[in-house]
């Protein structure tokens, strides 16, 4: 399917060529624009003298392919996009299901005499706080020009 997919990318990328170079090369009403640039009758000597009939249409076909192809891609890469994800639906699945067939392992829990959340997560023993210090606070300098005791 991403095979498909490439190859009508690649066939879209050359239709985008092709509408530009149509849009270009058309007449426009007032005989000035970039239809001019390739020379003002080039166009009547390419394809003859009804060119602006021709090139109209040719340009109508090839826009009515550009919005097709450009469906056609959006739906087959939604298509290919779901059916990875459903791939990886079920996967997540089974292995959702896998953990819920095996029992949940509990911790142990902590002696009753300890503080409650002053154990290990993993053995469960008591753990001993720090000890907690006070502050001292620095006696006030003496004033200058006193006598120190």
């Given amino acids: 399917m991403s095979l498909a997919i490439n190859l009508l990318t690649f066939v ?45 249409q040719m340009t109508k076909y090839s826009a009515g392919g550009f919005l097709a192809l450009c469906v056609l891609l959006a ?14 639906e079920k996967a997540l699945k089974a292995e959702a299901a896998a953990a819920a067939a095996t029992p949940a392992v509990v911790p142990s829990l902590a ?23 006070t502050p001292v606070t620095p006696a006030p300098a003496p004033a200058p020009g006193t006598p120190t005791p």
């Fill in 12 to 56: 879209l990328v050359l239709l985008c060529l092709l509408l530009g170079l149509l849009i270009l090369i058309q007449l426009p009403k007032k005989e000035a624009g970039l239809g001019q640039a390739f020379g003002g009758a080039t166009t009547e000597a390419l394809f003859g003298a009804g060119s602006g009939n021709a090139l109209t």
């Fill in 111 to 133: 002696p009753s005499n300890a503080a409650p959340g002053l154990t290990t997560p993993a053995t469960g023993t008591p753990v001993t706080p720090a000890p907690v210090s």
């Fill in 75 to 88: 739906w087959m890469n939604a298509n290919l996009a779901a059916s990875r994800t459903s791939g990886v």
